[in-house]
Structure formats: C-alpha cells, structure tokens
Antibody, heavy 118, light 106 residues
Framework: QLVESGGALVQPGGSLRLSCEASGFTFSNYWMTWVRQAPGKGLEWVGNIQPYGAEQSYVGSVKGRFTISRDNAKNFLYLQMSSLGVEDTAVYYC?????????????WGQGTLVTVSS | DIQMTQSPSTLSASVGDRVTITCRASQNIDEWLAWYQQKPGKAPHLLIYKASSVENGVSSRFSASAFGTEFTLTITNLQPDDFATYYCQHYKDYLGGFGQGTKLEI
C-alpha cells in the first residue's frame, strides 16, 4: 500500500515536501516513481529513484527544482519541491514498480493535491 | 525525449462493443509500454505491462499488441465499468512518458 501526504496550498516561489509511506512490501527492493496530474489534464511523469537511492531521473520541467529521495529504513519516499509555479498545481502520485529491482509500472497511491496560488 | 501520441482522444462506444486504442512512440521503445485505466477522482490502474502482458487480476477482455513503434489496446465485449480514460506510458531507459489519454464514452 502507498499513502501520499503533504499536499497543500502554497504560494508561487514556495517550497513543499511530499511524502509517500509504503507498507506491505520490502520497500528497499523497489524502484519508486512520482507522476502528477494537473486538474482536468493528463498524466505527467515527474521522476524516479533507484531502490537504494543512488540515482534519480527527472522530467526536464522539474530538473533543478524537484528532488526525489527515500528513507528505506522508514519506508518513505519523498518529493522535495522548490521554486513552485502555478504550472506545478496537480495531484501527485507515488508509484511502486511491479517487480523488485526492475523499473516497471505498477501500483499507485491515492495521490495528494498540491495547489500553487497566491 | 520520447513522445507518445495516443489516438483517438475520445471514443464513443456501446456495451458489448469491441474497441481499439492506439499509441505511437516517436522512437524505438522496444516492449517498454504500459496501459492504464483511470476513472474520475481515482488513481490510474495498471492493465498491461511490457506491451502485451496482462496484469494480474485484469479481465481477459483486455489485450494489447505491438508492431514496431505502434501499440494497441483492445477491449472486447465492453462492460459499463470499462467506460473510463485510458493512458499509454513508455518506460524505456529508466524514464517515462505518457500519451494524452483516450476517454471512452458511452
């Protein structure tokens, strides 16, 4: 199971950290991904992180502003967001790969809403 | 960046119909293609991975295929619960990208 939290209303230029608590599986064995969906729009891949957190990848629009990290001891995935703009308003989902140690699509959390507005 | 072009954007059908949704990648993605179903207010649900493998628990009415950079999702004998929005996603080279979505309407 994946449960996201931390979504909030934040002003443009602000920062926010999202969390995703994982349970029911060996968290440290799985690639994790963040995907977002602006209101009424399609899905946008944000980035991912390897099982042991050594490497992350990001979509161009968030590079340098967003950082994905994980705490395998606590079973948490994080998305640190800074320099937020109105275009970052979206529901943010965390996703667990369906296969251990392989990057693949899989199970989604329920999402958490981030609203960037003055 | 790999672009995913999904068509049609909207598809009207009836219960019992067979429908096909297409997704085209801008470059080779091998078999690294997934299909999701999303209902309003809910998270997407994985249907297909590795281009044609059906996820556990997904109805056999869902199938998918690939030919080069063109991928198709087929749903047979449409049921009321199938009316939703469908997305393709590539996951080549440890990255990701989605098609624009297809809204399947009654």
């Amino acid at each position: 199971q994946l449960v996201e939290s931390g979504g909030a209303l934040v002003q443009p230029g602000g920062s926010l950290r999202l969390s995703c608590e994982a349970s029911g599986f060996t968290f440290s064995n799985y690639w994790m991904t963040w995907v977002r969906q602006a209101p009424g729009k399609g899905l946008e891949w944000v980035g991912n992180i390897q099982p042991y957190g050594a490497e992350q990848s990001y979509v161009g629009s968030v590079k340098g502003r967003f950082t994905i990290s994980r705490d395998n001891a606590k079973n948490f995935l994080y998305l640190q967001m800074s320099s937020l703009g109105v275009e970052d308003t979206a529901v943010y989902y965390c996703i667990k790969s369906r296969e251990s140690f392989h990057y693949a699509p899989g199970l989604w959390g329920q999402g958490t809403l981030v609203t960037v507005s003055s | 960046d790999i672009q995913m072009t999904q068509s049609p954007s909207t598809l009207s059908a009836s219960v019992g119909d067979r429908v096909t949704i297409t997704c085209r990648a801008s470059q080779n993605i091998d078999e690294w293609l997934a299909w999701y179903q999303q209902k309003p207010g809910k998270a997407p649900h994985l249907l297909i991975y590795k281009a044609s493998s059906v996820e556990n628990g997904v109805s056999s009415r869902f199938s998918a295929s690939a030919f080069g950079t063109e991928f198709t999702l087929t749903i047979t004998n449409l049921q009321p619960d199938d009316f939703a929005t469908y997305y393709c996603q590539h996951y080549k080279d440890y990255l990701g990208g989605f098609g624009q979505g297809t809204k399947l309407e009654i």
